[in-house]
């Protein structure tokens, strides 16, 4: 890419399964119900590992034990980003998903997203005596103004650059890069265009 090149990550979300109990299901019927056996599940776990090895990361996959309602866990990240910041966020953000994809933690349980904000070392309100008060009562609801409408047919995850290239489900690195270099690409052309 082009040294020089300012950056903004903006993480934006929606539950895609919100109906999901809120303790849960177990991780391994769940998948194996949604792509149809369990042959089907490993191969796209496999996917899955290869994209994320292709990045730097090891995913522990077989640690998951439960697939989680991840509405409280929207909450959290939402409340944080209006509360510290998109830096502040974008810190808790990461620490989910390691929790979740390496560690296998419940993510949508109260005590393990009490544990991650103790880890990035959140403050919330003194009032609500979190994080003692594990069901998170606190947390305002989702749906706001703020909220990208969900796409029906867009994977996950989904990637946006420069608003006029993005990329969906898991991805080599390579293809991330492509489509940067293509919004690049574009924005440039645009911009000779005005100059014109």
């Known amino acids: ?3 020089g ?8 979300s929606y539950p895609l399964i919100p109906a999901t109990p809120p303790d849960g299901i177990p991780y391994r019927d769940f998948y194996v119900a ?5 042959q089907a599940v490993a191969v796209r776990q ?3 590992i290869q994209a994320a090895r292709e990045a730097g990361l090891t995913l522990a996959l077989d640690r998951i034990e439960t697939f989680p309602n991840t509405v409280l866990a929207h909450r959290l990240v939402r409340f944080v980003r209006k509360q510290d910041g998109a830096a502040v966020a974008a810190t808790l953000i990461d620490k989910l998903f390691t929790r979740y994809f390496i ?3 419940n993510i949508g349980d109260g005590h393990v997203l009490g544990e991650v904000l103790a880890e990035c070392g959140i403050q919330v309100p003194a009032e609500e005596n979190t994080p003692v008060r594990h069901d998170m009562d606190w947390l305002p609801p989702l ?3 703020e909220d990208p409408a969900p796409r029906s047919g ?18 080599p690195p390579a293809a991330l ?3 940067m270099q293509r919004a690049l690409a574009r924005a440039k052309q645009i911009a000779t265009r005005a100059a014109a």
């Open 143 to 145: 749906n706001g103004p």
């Open 177 to 179: 890069l492509e489509a």
């Open 103 to 105: 560690g296998g933690g």
């Open 46 to 48: 496999a996917q899955v």
């Open 5 to 12: 090149r300012d950056v903004r990550v903006e993480w934006r």
């Open 34 to 38: 949604r792509l149809g056996s369990p």
């Open 154 to 171: 867009v994977g996950v995850p989904h990637f946006i650059f420069n608003g006029t290239h993005s990329v969906s489900g898991s991805r």
């Open 1 to 3: 890419m082009n040294a």
